[in-house]
């Protein structure tokens, strides 16, 4: 009886070590998951938040969104920008994606053109009353 009880408690001890030791792969995953996700978004977080709180007028940027344009005026928690001549968007500073180098938008402006240039107005956006709109659309109408 005496032997049959020293067994069981070396057996015993050999199971929790195998325990622990199958938790390790999980705390590999995880410090991996840490240097690989989450430590580099965290960077990304903190510059972006430097970035946003260095904007001033005159900046370039481009948004969330894919606008882009010059900061005209920055409050608290929003910008105001010129995306073209007398043309102005409120964001969110939050919202602002990208600060681009000083004279970017001068450099992607199309050659031969100027940003100052208006199109030509054409009848093509005539706009005609909804009545006869229906009318002209529907011939079936006319021989009821």
């Known amino acids: 009886m005496l032997i049959?009880?020293?067994?069981a408690q070396a057996a015993s001890t050999t199971q929790n070590e195998a325990g622990?030791?199958?938790?390790?792969?999980?705390?590999?995953?995880?410090?991996?998951?840490?240097?690989?996700l989450i430590r580099p978004q965290a960077k990304?977080?903190?510059?972006?938040?430097?970035?946003?709180?260095?904007?001033?007028?005159?900046?370039?940027?481009?948004?969330?969104?894919?606008i882009l344009g010059q900061i005209?005026?920055?409050?608290?928690?929003?910008?105001?920008?010129?995306?073209a001549p007398t043309i102005e968007i409120t964001v969110l500073k939050s919202s602002v994606q990208t600060l681009?180098?000083?004279?970017?938008?001068?450099?992607i402006e199309p050659k031969g053109k100027s940003s100052k240039t208006k199109a030509p107005k054409t009848d093509n956006n005539k706009i005609?009353?909804?009545?006869?709109?229906?009318?002209?659309?529907?011939?079936d109408a006319e021989k009821q």
Not at 20 to 36: E, K, N, T
Not at 44 to 65: C, F, S, Y
Not at 128 to 139: C, D, F, I, L, T
């Open 20 to 36: 622990w030791v199958a938790l390790l792969p999980m705390v590999g995953i995880l410090v991996l998951f840490y240097f690989l």
């Open 72 to 83: 005209l005026n920055v409050s608290e928690s929003y910008v105001i920008i010129e995306i």
């Open 4 to 7: 049959s009880d020293a067994f």
């Open 100 to 107: 681009l180098p000083k004279g970017t938008l001068r450099s």
């Open 44 to 66: 990304r977080a903190k510059e972006h938040k430097q970035m946003v709180e260095a904007l001033q007028k005159g900046d370039e940027v481009i948004t969330n969104g894919g």
């Open 128 to 139: 005609e009353p909804v009545a006869e709109a229906q009318e002209n659309k529907n011939p």
